[in-house]
Each structure stands twice: as structure tokens, then as C-alpha cells.
């Protein structure tokens, strides 16, 4: 890709080299207007509100296998890399976009050099969440015993990447890994992260999913925890005998203590 043509494309280049950046891309990528190949009934192109009433008709492409899949694209530069004639085009929000077509394949600017392929599951997602993956919460019904551990196998790629998401975060203080196991079940080892904060650590958390979910070696589960001192189990392992993959650094406190809105 060129020099990118837009704050979106910005996002998107810098999401697809560093996945700690995919949160911010997905925030960005709700707030923009999008373009695609098709039309409505009123005249005229870059249609940005499209009147009540009005039927858009949007092109759908054929994947190598026969999928059908969208394109849409981040600027009209993108849109015209990857067309080989004339056609009509429009540009909407994105969030429109994707309740008007919940359920489809989608591919974000095919023809250049930075782009993303959208399943259904993640646009439910994103629609329900502002991100790609939709954590689900489990509630434990009864005391369980489990193993805890270090993974034999250091998810590195993921650890890495979820340290440079952390360090936007101020709410975080720390946070924890280690390999969790129930003896009683089948499934297989999870990896759990474990998070320390002094804050509201829900946004950390949702964001920490999105990338967790990107990152993690494949086929496996990764389980996010608060740490609360004092209890036992999960927590007590970790803040007692466990040291932190990350860990806020003084300059990140006082960035947060002075920033707009502090007192």
C-alpha cells in the first residue's frame, strides 16, 4: 500500500504489522464511513446518508472456492485499486454496513497491500463489543480443585503482544501467566491471565481479549482472571509465586495522574 489515505488506513497498516494496535484499528474502523461497490435508488455517488426508504444494492465478489464475499474498502483509493472498470460505489458508516449485511463474508480492501478478511462471528462481535471476539464469561458453580502451572510451551507471541496493549492501560498494574488444569475434566490445560489493578480493568480486558484471541498458540484456551488479594486458588499462585509479565513502570502512573480530566 501506498502512503495510506486516511486516519483508518493509518490504523489498519499499523493493526496488521503489531496486533496490541487491532483494538484501536476495530475503534477507529466503528467511527468511519467505508466504501462500497453498488448503489441506491437516488442519484449521484459518495451517497454519506442514505435517504429512509431507499434500497442500496451492494456488489458481492466469488472467493477461489465459490464463497461469496463483500469487499469494502477504507477510501476511495482503495476502492478504485481494485476495480477494473467503472462502476458506482458508496460510502456509508461502517457500523451500518455491517448490521445491513450480518451474516456475510466480508473482505476489507482486496487489491492492496493491507487488508482483513471479516467472518460473521466477528462482526457480531464487533457490533456487540467494538472489537473482534466476544469474551464469554463462566461462573464457577462449585469449589473446584485445579492444577496450576507454567506452560512447558511460553505462548511468546501472545505475551508480547498483549504487554504492548498493557502499556496503554493505565488501570493495569500487572499482569499474570500461568497453566491451568482440572483433573476431573477432559478438556484440555487453558492458559489463564491474571490482572492486577487498582481501577475499572473491563476496557483492559475487552481489548486484551481481542488480541489474546489473535495470538494464542492455536487450539488453545485462554481464561482471563482479576487478582484479588487474599483469596486463595488462582490468585494467591499467581501474586505469591508467579512474577509478572507486565508490569506498569512509574512514567505510566504519572502520565495517567496527569493527564486531561485528572485533579
Known amino acids: 500500500m501506498s502512503k495510506p489515505s486516511n486516519d483508518l488506513e493509518r490504523k489498519l497498516m499499523l493493526a496488521a504489522d503489531n496486533p496490541a494496535n487491532r483494538p484501536e484499528f476495530y475503534k477507529a474502523l466503528m467511527a468511519s464511513d467505508v466504501y462500497v461497490i453498488g448503489f441506491t435508488d437516488s442519484e449521484g455517488e459518495e451517497i454519506r446518508t442514505i435517504p429512509t426508504g431507499d434500497k442500496l444494492s451492494i456488489v458481492s465478489w466469488e472467493k477461489n472456492d465459490g464463497t461469496p464475499i463483500i469487499p469494502f474498502f477504507t477510501s476511495l483509493e482503495a476502492l478504485q485499486r481494485a476495480l477494473k472498470e467503472e462502476s458506482k460505489y458508496v460510502a456509508l458508516p461502517a457500523k451500518s454496513f455491517f448490521e445491513m449485511t450480518l451474516g456475510s463474508f466480508l473482505m476489507l480492501n482486496p487489491a492492496s497491500s493491507y487488508g482483513k478478511e471479516f467472518f460473521p462471528d466477528e462482526i457480531h462481535a464487533l457490533l456487540e463489543t467494538g472489537v473482534n471476539h466476544a469474551p464469554q464469561t463462566r461462573v464457577v458453580q462449585k469449589e473446584t480443585k485445579v492444577l496450576l502451572g507454567q506452560p512447558a510451551n511460553y505462548p511468546s ?19 499474570y501467566l500461568c497453566l491451568m488444569q482440572d483433573p476431573s475434566s477432559s478438556e484440555k490445560p487453558s492458559l489463564v491471565v491474571g490482572f492486577d489493578g487498582d481501577k475499572d480493568l473491563a476496557e483492559a480486558m475487552k481489548e486484551a481479549g481481542s488480541v489474546a484471541a489473535d495470538t494464542a498458540p492455536k487450539g488453545d484456551a485462554v481464561d482471563f482472571v482479576v487478582l484479588k488479594k487474599g483469596e486463595s486458588g488462582v490468585s494467591n499462585y499467581m501474586l505469591k509465586s508467579v512474577k509478572p509479565f507486565y508490569e506498569r513502570t512509574w512514567g505510566a502512573k504519572l502520565r495517567s495522574l496527569f493527564s486531561p480530566g485528572k485533579v
Open 157 to 175: 507471541e501472545m505475551v508480547s503482544a498483549l504487554t504492548s496493549l498493557l502499556a496503554k492501560h493505565s488501570a493495569v498494574k500487572a499482569a
